[in-house]
């Protein structure tokens, strides 16, 4: 037995490449392969190259395959189309959130859950357990897979260089399966950094050659690999949630107000699924009385709060706490995603500041995203 972090297929690659390492969740993943910032203006007016090959793949086969995620999962995943994605979560009996998910609905039977680094093994045992009683079959495919993601504006025009699979008529959300560069693929329109882009699911000993293949398509253009540090900025722009951050298990998808994603309306399993009892009474809640929202701050200064940092009223009562929170180099200003006070949350909100190592800087309450791209 060894503590020691798991390594992707590409990670000679990014050593390679200068990256700076870093522990994430037991892989080691590159943080960064020059400058955060630079890689973060690339995604947004370029391109940029991720390896994400941490992520966990979870596939689910049977006749009854639909029926076991809709009662496993909060969201009405049997009626996803074959060929199309779904976000969704999994949560507890109690309603708090286990992990947000994106399932692909591959055949009319297969299933691929793709859950995040850190909670894939949770992820798996919880399937697991919840298909006793379904004729269906959970398996763990993390090793089957790398991921690689090309995002930004120039990501179409670079992929359609390598590929003759259709990706003017591949919806946002959905995937297909193809060949990139010669190598056999699921390309899959999503991403995690609020640009166009696709994440390309293929076996691992084709990872450096689809790596190699799009960084030399990307190359006149501006294409460059880019680490996890710039993903989280990205993401913070786009107003996305991060799990461990503005998800946990003390949280339910209607206190992050993503109740839209749990769908009481489902006709399997007699409208039962893990959870549903809770989170009705989480909707309740929501609706009428909610204790804290999930808002954005932008900073009047330039002091930048991280995750853990108290939101305080003008007379110092803590009103909220900061979740995650960077500068932006989109904005040009310091941002933040915090849970504040229902009294506090509408944007425009005045009297609003962030404990700053006992500073109280002053900053706005704006709706989420801070960014969004034109379409």
């Known amino acids: 037995m060894?503590?020691?972090?798991?390594?992707?297929?590409?990670?000679?690659?990014?050593?390679?490449?200068?990256a700076t390492m870093t522990d994430f969740a037991g892989w080691d993943m590159p943080l960064r392969y020059g400058s955060e910032r630079d890689e973060h203006v690339a995604v947004r007016t370029r391109a940029g190259l991720f390896d994400l090959s941490h992520m966990g793949e979870i596939t689910v086969t049977g006749p009854q395959a639909a029926d076991l995620l809709d009662y496993a999962l909060v969201g009405n995943i049997g009626g996803v189309k074959t060929g199309r994605a779904r976000y969704t979560m999994i949560c507890e009996a109690g309603g708090g959130i286990l992990d947000d998910l994106i399932v692909y609905r591959l055949a009319d039977r297969e299933y691929m859950v793709v859950a995040n680094a850190s909670n894939a093994q949770v992820v798996l045992d919880a399937l697991t357990e919840r298909s006793s009683g379904f004729d269906a079959e959970v398996r763990d495919d993390r090793e089957a897979y790398a991921l690689l993601a090309v995002q930004g504006p120039e990501s179409p025009g670079i992929l359609k260089t390598l590929t003759d699979a259709d990706l003017d008529g591949l919806k946002y959300?959905?995937?297909?399966?193809?060949?990139?560069?010669?190598?056999?693929?699921?390309?899959a329109r999503t991403g995690y950094t609020?640009?166009?882009?696709?994440?390309?699911?293929?076996?691992?000993?084709?990872?450096?050659?689809?790596?190699?293949?799009?960084?030399?398509?990307?190359?006149?253009?501006?294409?460059?690999?880019?680490?996890?540090?710039?993903?989280?900025?990205?993401?913070?722009?786009?107003g996305m949630p991060l799990y461990g951050h503005e998800l946990t298990t003390a949280t339910t998808p209607f206190d992050a107000g993503l109740g839209r994603v749990v769908k009481f309306e489902k006709?399997?399993?007699?409208?039962?699924?893990?959870?549903?009892?809770?989170?009705?009474?989480?909707?309740?809640?929501?609706?009428?009385?909610?204790?804290?929202?999930?808002?954005?701050?932008?900073a009047q200064g330039r002091r930048v709060p991280r995750a853990g940092y108290a939101v305080v009223a003008t007379d110092g009562t803590v009103?909220?706490?900061?979740?995650?929170?960077?500068?932006s180099p989109t904005l040009g200003k310091p941002l933040a995603i915090a849970y504040v006070d229902a009294a506090y949350a509408t944007p425009g909100a005045e009297g609003v500041a962030v404990d700053i190592r006992g500073s109280h800087e002053p900053y706005e309450v704006v709706a989420l995203p801070f960014y969004k791209r034109e379409k």
Do not use: M, Q
């Not at 390594?7 to 200068?18: F, K, N, P, V, Y």
């Not at 399993?269 to 609706?287: H, K, M, P, W, Y």
């Open 319 to 327: 009103i909220g706490e900061v979740t995650s929170g960077a500068p």
């Open 173 to 187: 959300y959905a995937g297909l399966p193809g060949t990139v560069a010669g190598v056999s693929a699921l390309i």
């Open 194 to 238: 609020g640009e166009d882009g696709f994440e390309l699911f293929v076996r691992p000993a084709d990872a450096v050659a689809l790596w190699e293949a799009l960084t030399a398509a990307g190359k006149d253009v501006g294409l460059v690999p880019c680490g996890l540090s710039c993903r989280d900025t990205l993401r913070l722009e786009a």
């Open 267 to 298: 006709t399997t399993n007699d409208g039962d699924f893990v959870g549903r009892t809770a989170l009705e009474e989480a909707a309740r809640r929501a609706e009428s009385a909610p204790p804290r929202k999930l808002v954005g701050l932008i």
């Open 2 to 18: 060894t503590d020691a972090p798991r390594r992707t297929a590409l990670d000679a690659t990014h050593r390679a490449l200068g």
